[in-house]
């Protein structure tokens, strides 16, 4: 079995459609992680930002661990190539187990599924169930309205004002990195989510 809690977990998309500044951006990020001596686990999607992550990763020698569903491996959309592939049950055990892999969290561009995770892992850290960094990777501005919404939230008082602190801002995979290395934290589940 894996050891916990020695990954940089990264959110991203499967979309093959986006613009190629995301796929560069995803491409780095792989190496970034791969040059720091830390293993990189993902979604295990073998195209769109998935498939660049893990593509950069392994191209310098890096390990990479993919967390996919039963379902999609049956559907043959994980990456051939992955160092370790994990296969669970279902979405939440998937969301878990990245999770309780990770030391960090780096959410790159994605559509509904990354943004789930990225929500879902900020309300895992503010209810103390996971205590790594959350580091969102504003590329190209694309996280601009979500983190509008995020401070209209804090202003309205659904949020608290230190709830602000929940996640970290960049916007590129150079200052990701370094902010997720920066961590003295690592990924802790006090109790079964």
Not at 17 to 29: K, V
Request: proline share 3%; net charge negative.
């Amino acid at each position: 079995m894996l050891q916990p809690h020695q990954a940089i977990c990264v959110y991203c998309a499967s979309s093959a459609l986006i613009d190629s500044i995301y796929i560069d951006a995803a491409h780095r990020l792989g190496q970034l992680i791969a040059r720091a001596g830390k293993a990189l686990v993902c979604g295990a999607g073998n195209t769109g930002l998935m498939g660049a992550a893990i593509n950069g990763a392994l191209n310098q020698n890096g390990t990479t661990i993919g967390v996919i569903p039963r379902f999609m491996v049956e559907h043959n959309w994980h990456h051939p190539q992955l160092t370790h592939l994990e296969i669970t049950d279902d979405m939440h055990s998937r969301k878990q187990l990245m999770a309780h892999l990770s030391f960090a969290a780096i959410a790159m561009p994605g559509g509904c599924g990354t943004l789930e995770e990225l929500l879902e892992i900020i309300t895992w850290r503010q209810l103390g169930l996971y205590k790594g960094k959350i580091i969102i990777l504003n590329t190209n501005g694309y996280y601009d309205s979500l983190l509008k919404m995020l401070d209209t939230a804090i202003n309205e008082k659904f949020m608290r004002p230190d709830h602000a602190q929940l996640w970290e801002v960049v916007t590129t995979p150079d200052e990701a990195i370094a902010l997720a290395l920066s961590t003295s934290e690592v990924s802790v589940f006090s109790q079964k989510i």
